[in-house]
Nanobody, 121 residues
Framework: QVQLAESGGGLVQAGGSLRLSCAAS????????MGWFRQAPGKEREFVAS????????YYADAVKGRFTISRGNAKNTVYLQMNGLKPEDSAVYYC??????????????WGQGTQVTVSS
């Protein structure tokens, strides 16, 4: 089992950048595929980005491709989401997730508590 804790959210102007962090405790990241999801008010939770357990493969939602980057920290117990060129429509609660299977294949088993990102126009 793994426990996830996000940080790094906040308020930023359109065009700005934020870096979200997801710290894991318990079993190491090498056991899990990792992902970021987001949920805006009144909308369903949606996939944002994922990183394979090997670290070799990344996937992105079309809405964030070219602007967001998912990566693993050197200590390998932290996953980051670098968000550049933020838009008001990126405003949401962002969740870190983990699963032994690829997170794009179905709802991940483990979730963090979420961190709010608000982009002002």
């Amino acid at each position: 089992q793994v426990q996830l804790a996000e940080s790094g959210g906040g308020l930023v102007q359109a065009g700005g950048s934020l870096r979200l962090s997801c710290a894991a405790s318990g079993r190491t990241f090498s056991t899990y595929d990792m992902g970021w999801f987001r949920q805006a008010p009144g909308k369903e939770r949606e996939f944002v980005a994922s990183l394979s357990r090997s670290g070799d493969s990344t996937y992105y939602a079309d809405a964030v491709k070219g602007r967001f980057t998912i990566s693993r920290g050197n200590a390998k117990n932290t996953v980051y989401l670098q968000m550049n060129g933020l838009k008001p429509e990126d405003s949401a609660v962002y969740y870190c997730a983990a699963d032994p299977s690829p997170v794009v294949s179905g709802p991940p088993r483990y979730w963090g508590q979420g961190t709010q990102v608000t982009v002002s126009s």
